[in-house]
């Protein structure tokens, strides 16, 4: 079997297994680093090659996608992971950093049950940072923290190793406040970021590298090691040592959620159906073998497909042909093609069961934010909202 095709069997086995799935976004501030890191962690994961990595192509540039000549859905991508002997699926749901792209951070937020928030360590959080966040705390998706441009604090500020530790820890509280602020009850139950936790890691996405409190014990590599390193300008050692996607997957599966554990909590604060009901329950439970609820979160234009809509199935299972209710419109839609993610490319297989991130075509009258749905009359998710604003979009 080629090395493609093992990858979409791995895909298929492992969207099957819920405990082995993390849907997950990246959100910044712009420039702090999300599309070099976003590369980074597919080319370590192999899904992209090496030195394509780190030149934006996979969540930037149409042109690339075109003279490639194959279908990438640019604002998301999936990767294999191993972590203690265990493959895992990460769907990545890209998050435009950008303030004026509110809506779509909203709606990426619907999907995902993680977050992996990433800050510039010389500038800190921004104000996107904390719009980001709070709209993660706002759909009940976990954040953990990556402080990156490390390498700028000590090659461009030329702080010692004592003044680094004491900058990244402000850094840390500083971003725990301001969970505090936005959500207390969820700081309280662990949501808090925390170096010797596991729950922070920082480094450099432009030098492949990144280090964590459990990455430090994995690696032996100490802290006033990383600093040597980057001193003497030595980030290729440092890379091999502590590469970026290892440390920074590890740290997705260990500590985000599983769509089985993330959906038991979210689904009564993006669904405000009855959740004693047999729908409720098996989206709690992310159950396969219940009616389908599927909710739209992004829809783009495929050459070759025409309109697909991505979206996250919390119960139930996709399967090519099926009839669905779609919230708001009289006449049912049926599915036509069904995708997931392999690196950035669009694979078809026959179903999609709960828990995971869908690409379907078919679906006509949906909008972004529609409830897909074999139960007639289901109550629709909540309505996204943007945390600063009124309603972006209308279920
Ligand atoms: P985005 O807007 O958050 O997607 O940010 P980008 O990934 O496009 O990065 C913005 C700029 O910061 C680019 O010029 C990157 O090369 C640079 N950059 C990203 N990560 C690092 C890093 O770890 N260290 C340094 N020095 N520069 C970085």
């Not at 405990?19 to 990246?26: D, F, H, L, Y």
């Amino acid at each position: 079997m080629g090395r493609r095709k093992k990858m979409v069997e791995r895909v298929k086995t492992l969207m099957r297994n819920p405990e082995n799935v993390r849907n997950i976004g990246i959100v910044a501030h712009i420039d702090h680093g999300k599309t070099t890191l976003s590369d980074n962690l597919l080319a370590g994961a192999g899904m992209i090659s090496t030195e394509l990595a780190g030149k934006q192509l996979f969540m930037d540039s149409d042109e690339e996608e075109q003279a490639r000549g194959i279908t990438i859905d640019s604002s998301n991508v999936s990767m294999v992971h191993e972590y203690d002997n265990e493959e895992y699926l990460i769907n990545l749901i890209d998050t435009p950093g950008h303030v004026d792209f509110g809506g779509d951070v909203t709606r990426a937020m619907r999907a995902v049950d993680g977050a992996v928030v990433v800050i510039d360590a010389v500038e800190g959080t921004m104000p996107q940072t904390e719009t980001v966040l709070r709209q993660a705390l706002k759909e009940h998706v976990k954040p953990v923290l990556f402080i990156n441009k490390v390498d700028r604090l000590i090659n461009e500020l030329q702080v010692d190793s004592q003044e680094m530790q004491i900058r990244l820890g402000k850094l840390i509280d500083h971003v725990n406040k301001l969970i505090k602020g936005m959500n207390e009850e969820k700081y309280k139950a662990g949501w808090k970021v925390d170096a010797a936790a596991g729950t922070v890691a920082f480094g450099s996405a432009l030098y492949n590298w990144a280090i964590s409190v459990p990455m430090m014990k994995k690696t032996s590599v100490s802290f006033n090691d990383v600093y040597e390193y980057c001193k003497e300008g030595d980030m290729k050692t440092l890379a091999e040592k502590c590469p970026l996607h290892e440390a920074v997957n590890d740290m997705v599966i260990r500590y985000l959620p599983s769509p089985i554990d993330a959906q038991e909590d979210r689904v009564s604060a993006i669904w405000h159906g009855d959740v004693s009901s047999e729908i409720g329950q098996a989206m709690k439970k992310a159950d396969a073998d219940a009616p389908l609820s599927f909710m739209v979160t992004d829809i783009s234009m495929d050459p070759h497909a025409g309109e697909v809509a991505t979206g996250r199935i919390f119960s139930g299972s996709l399967s090519r042909g099926m009839e669905t209710y779609i919230s708001g419109i009289a006449q049912k839609n049926r599915i036509q093609q069904v995708g997931v993610f392999m690196g950035p490319e669009r694979i078809e297989v026959e179903n999609i069961p709960a828990g995971n991130i869908a690409a379907v075509t078919g679906l006509k009258d949906a909008i972004v934010g529609s409830t897909v749905t074999t139960l007639e009359g289901m109550t629709p998710f909540e309505t996204i909202r943007h945390a600063s604003e009124p309603v972006v979009t209308v279920a």
